[in-house]
């Protein structure tokens, strides 16, 4: 069993930057890949990065490319990082941590944090 817990998620105003973490409990937590998707009031869920089990592979959405990062750290803090920079008003959603694959495709993540939000004022 593995538990995820989002930390980070504030009001920022746009242009700002933002890091959001993502601790993983479990004994077998720092093999899994993570992801984080995002979820906009009114909208479906939809995929915002992932990262595999060893650090080595990243892959991102379209809309984030160049602004968002993900990155973790296996060795001492079994977290998950996602840094934000250059936040639009667009990006204002709640932002949930999934670990189990590390592809856009949110049916093939097997466990979920509960979210923390995110708010980006014009």
């Known amino acids: 069993q593995v538990q995820l817990v989002e930390s980070g998620g504030r009001l920022v105003q746009a242009g700002g930057s933002l890091r959001l973490s993502c601790a993983a409990s479990g004994r077998t937590a720092i093999y899994y890949s993570m992801g984080w998707f995002r979820q906009a009031p009114g909208k479906e869920r939809e995929f915002v990065a992932a990262i595999s089990g060893s650090g080595s592979s990243t892959s991102y959405t379209d809309s984030v490319k160049g602004r968002f990062t993900i990155s973790r750290d296996n060795a001492f803090k079994n977290t998950v990082y996602l840094q934000l920079n250059s936040l639009e008003p667009e990006d204002t959603a709640v932002y949930y941590c999934?670990?189990?694959?590390?592809?856009?495709?949110?049916?093939?993540?097997?466990?979920w944090g509960q979210g923390t939000q995110v708010t980006v004022s014009a």
């Open positions: 999934a670990a189990g694959s590390n592809g856009p495709d949110a049916s093939r993540y097997r466990y």
